[in-house]
Nanobody
Framework: VQLQASGGGLVQAGGSLRLSCTAS????????MAWYRQAPGKERELVAS???????HYADSVKGRHTISRDNARNTVYLEMSSLQPDDTAVYFC?????????????????WGKGTQVTVSS
C-alpha cells in the first residue's frame, strides 16, 4: 500500500492551493484519512481528518479556511486550502488508516505519504 500526494507549491498570502493524496495497492478498505503538516522546528500537527462516512475534524487554526474531502471510489483525499497565510508554510503529509487485503487478519495499519511542500509568501 502506498500514498501518493501532490499539489504543493509556492503561493502568495491570501491565495489558494489544493492538495490530493491517493492510496493504492492491495487495499481492502480505507478508513480514516487525514492531512498533517510539519513546519521547520515544529512538531507534526493534524490539519484535518475525514472518516469514510464523511465526518470531518479541523485544527482550530484552519477552520473556515481549509476543506477536507474524499472520493472513496478513488481512495483519494483532498485538502482545499484558501486564505493561505505564511503560518501555513510547512511540509504537508497525508495519512490513512487502511486494512490491506494482504493481511488475513485485516488489521488497521497506519500509512503515510511523502510530504509535499507548501510555501506561502507574505
Amino acid at each position: 500500500v502506498q500514498l501518493q500526494a501532490s499539489g504543493g507549491g509556492l503561493v502568495q498570502a491570501g491565495g489558494s492551493l489544493r492538495l490530493s493524496c491517493t492510496a493504492s495497492g492491495s487495499i481492502f478498505v480505507v478508513k480514516l484519512m487525514a492531512w498533517y503538516r510539519q513546519a521547520p522546528g515544529k512538531e507534526r500537527e493534524l490539519v484535518a481528518s475525514i472518516t469514510a462516512g464523511g465526518g470531518t475534524h479541523y485544527a482550530d487554526s484552519v477552520k473556515g479556511r481549509h476543506t477536507i474531502s474524499r472520493d472513496n471510489a478513488r481512495n483519494t483525499v483532498y485538502l482545499e486550502m484558501s486564505s493561505l497565510q505564511p503560518d501555513d508554510t510547512a511540509v504537508y503529509f497525508c495519512y490513512a488508516d487502511i486494512q490491506s487485503s494482504y493481511d488475513v487478519q485485516l488489521r488497521d495499519m497506519d500509512y503515510w505519504g511523502k510530504g509535499t511542500q507548501v510555501t506561502v509568501s507574505s
